[in-house]
């Protein structure tokens, strides 16, 4: 018998199992980029304390994203990926106006308005970058480098869900 989940539910127990899967680097990286600067010890090694204090697992969280771009029919296969049982998304996703073909990627992504905020299969998170060379702060990383991190890690995982579920 499957789990009958709403849509916020299952994003939240998605979000929550990434939170518990992120590593220390991980979640010092994300928390440097909300700008907190105390998750650095003055030799710049982690400040576990600070990275792991409770308030900081809101920011942590906030930055996974799983908008109108992400289908019901991928959040249950992901569930399932992640949690080994089968759920039932009851209620309807977010209307879907648009297609177009991820910058980072390829994989053809839906949005609602006129831009794709983060890619669900590559998680490149939009930012106004003049160039695939320059920096983007949302991602750590120029566009040309996380593409190349993309593929070399798809390359390695081409039976990843998320690639099944998303076309080129």
Not at 38 to 54: A, L, M, P, R
Not at 123 to 138: F, R, T
């Amino acid at each position: 018998m499957e789990t009958k989940l709403n849509r916020k539910e299952a994003i939240k127990a998605i979000k929550m199992y990434m939170l518990l899967h992120l590593n220390i680097e991980e979640k010092g990286n994300i928390l440097l980029g909300e700008g907190l600067d105390s998750v650095v010890n003055e030799d710049e090694s982690w400040n576990q304390g600070e990275i792991f204090k409770h308030k900081n697992n809101k920011l942590i969280v906030g930055q996974f994203q799983f908008g109108a771009l992400v289908t019901n029919k991928y959040l249950e296969a992901l569930i399932k990926d992640l949690y080994k049982v089968d759920i039932e998304i009851i209620d309807q996703q977010p209307e879907i106006k648009q297609v177009a073909k991820c910058i980072c990627c390829g994989y053809k992504v839906a949005f609602e308005n006129e831009e794709i905020d983060i890619c669900p299969v590559c998680y490149w998170q939009y930012s106004y970058i003049k160039n695939e060379e320059s920096y983007s702060s949302p991602n750590h990383s120029s566009l040309k480098d996380y593409r190349e991190n993309f593929q070399s890690k798809y390359e390695k995982d081409t039976d990843n869900l998320r690639y099944k579920i998303f076309s080129k």
